[in-house]
């Protein structure tokens, strides 16, 4: 089975920058449509960005627009979320999720995913 890790995540000033990858166990994430989704103490986890397997288009939450950019390396091998002025509302675990196969109604939805890595903590200081 598919296994993702996260990794990136620490403590930021808000205004700064951190870079999140994901990377799955068997050395690619081609062929895998992944998201990051974030989760806060006491609140459901939420949606942040997308890319999908097919024409690696990309999807945002309206919160992170702007100021998040979802890639995929050259090699295939990692898919990063680039993360820029970041706020205090953004701190969060995030989490990285793959599937296989996912239709676009289910993009944002985080039981969609059958994939998912172990978090990564990302705490934005004001």
């Known amino acids: 089975q598919v296994q993702l890790v996260e990794s990136g995540g620490g403590l930021v000033q808000a205004g700064g920058s951190l870079r999140l990858s994901c990377a799955a166990s068997?050395?690619?994430?081609?062929?895998?449509?992944v998201a990051w989704f974030r989760q806060a103490p006491g609140k459901e986890r939420e949606f942040v960005s997308a890319l999908r397997a097919n024409g690696g288009h990309t999807y945002y939450a309206d919160s992170v627009k702007g100021r998040f950019t979802i890639s995929r390396d050259s090699a295939k091998t990692t898919v990063t979320l680039q993360m820029n002025d970041l706020k205090s509302e953004d701190t969060a675990v995030y989490y990285c999720a793959g599937s296989r196969t996912i239709i676009l109604s289910s993009l944002r939805v985080a039981n969609a995913y059958a994939y998912w890595g172990q978090g990564t903590q990302v705490t934005v200081s004001s």
């Open positions: 068997g050395g690619t994430v081609n062929g895998v449509t």
